[in-house]
């Protein structure tokens, strides 16, 4: 799943290739939006909302899109192949005089007025990358329910906006706490440090073509997608299992010695049967 930096990054090539400029081509291949025609209306602007995409278009009119697990928006020049998938994958396709930009596998797809953007992005809390961000807010909401597991809390788009999995761990690792532990058992001065730290792996990122929360040119990850691996602070064997987020599982990784607090025993249900070294993805 694109994260919120990855979301971002997508919002500015959509905008550098369509905002200010007329739609010459408008095909949104969803049965609710079939005879919606926006051809001839300028786009305003792109912008992100944690891991949400909204297309502004004169008229008050905002084309909603969400990426979720494998959607993606690709922009094409004039005669330049389209490679994103096949055919039956578009889902949206806004072309001007000399871009297209097309929109793959979008699971979530809606045309709605942008003075009413909050029916879509309103229960977003603060996002990282965005003008709303507040880290005192986004600590309250996470503290709202301190006997969640903390990497579900930070999943949870409504406490804070743009964290997904690869962050969530690399978070937890930083703070030296597995994502098992409840966020009300967090010390007081790791708690306040959690906003900061998300915020700046997410910043540092936004711009970036190859995500890297180390700091390190030979090693982009600390514990993302390395399980089997040595840690890099002590060594020890860093482990994967499942954890959920309120809607489905997702492999966790951790330093059972660096980072303290619960986890699942190793052979217990969550406990996730891999291949060695496999690649870190969204």
């Not at 995500?211 to 691996?229: E, M």
Request: a positive charge.
């Amino acid at each position: 799943m694109p994260e919120g930096d990855s979301v971002w990054q997508a919002a500015a090539r959509l905008h550098r290739a369509l905002a200010g400029r007329e739609l010459t081509r408008s095909d949104l291949r969803v049965p609710r939006l079939a005879t919606v025609d926006l051809t001839g209306r300028t786009v305003l602007d792109v912008t992100a909302r944690g891991k949400h995409l909204l297309t502004r278009v004169e008229g008050d009119l905002t084309l909603h899109s969400h990426l979720r697990m494998d959607g993606a928006w690709k922009v094409f020049g004039t005669g330049q192949r389209w490679t994103g998938g096949p055919d039956h994958q578009i889902r949206a396709i806004l072309g001007v005089e000399d871009r297209t930009a097309v929109g793959y596998r979008l699971p979530v797809l809606e045309l709605l007025g942008t003075s009413e953007e909050e029916k879509a992005v309103g229960h977003l809390g603060p996002d990282l990358l965005g003008p709303d961000w507040d880290p005192e807010r986004a600590l309250a909401n996470l503290l709202a329910d301190p006997g969640r597991a903390l990497g579900e809390a930070l999943l949870d788009q409504r406490n804070l906006a743009g964290v997904g999995n690869v962050y969530k761990s690399e978070i937890c690792f930083l703070l030296r706490v597995t994502p098992w532990l409840p966020v009300g058992a967090l010390p007081a001065d790791l708690a306040a440090r959690l906003p900061v730290v998300a915020k700046k792996l997410l910043e540092a990122n936004r711009d970036r073509p190859q995500r890297n929360t180390t700091g390190h040119r030979t090693q982009d990850l600390f514990v993302y997608g390395r399980a089997r691996r040595p840690c890099p602070r002590c060594g020890t064997t860093i482990r994967v299992a499942d954890q959920g987020d309120g809607s489905r599982e997702r492999p966790t990784y951790w330093c059972p010695t660096c980072q303290t607090g619960p986890a699942p025993a190793p052979g217990s249900p969550a406990a996730r049967r891999i291949r060695p070294h496999p690649r870190p993805t969204d």
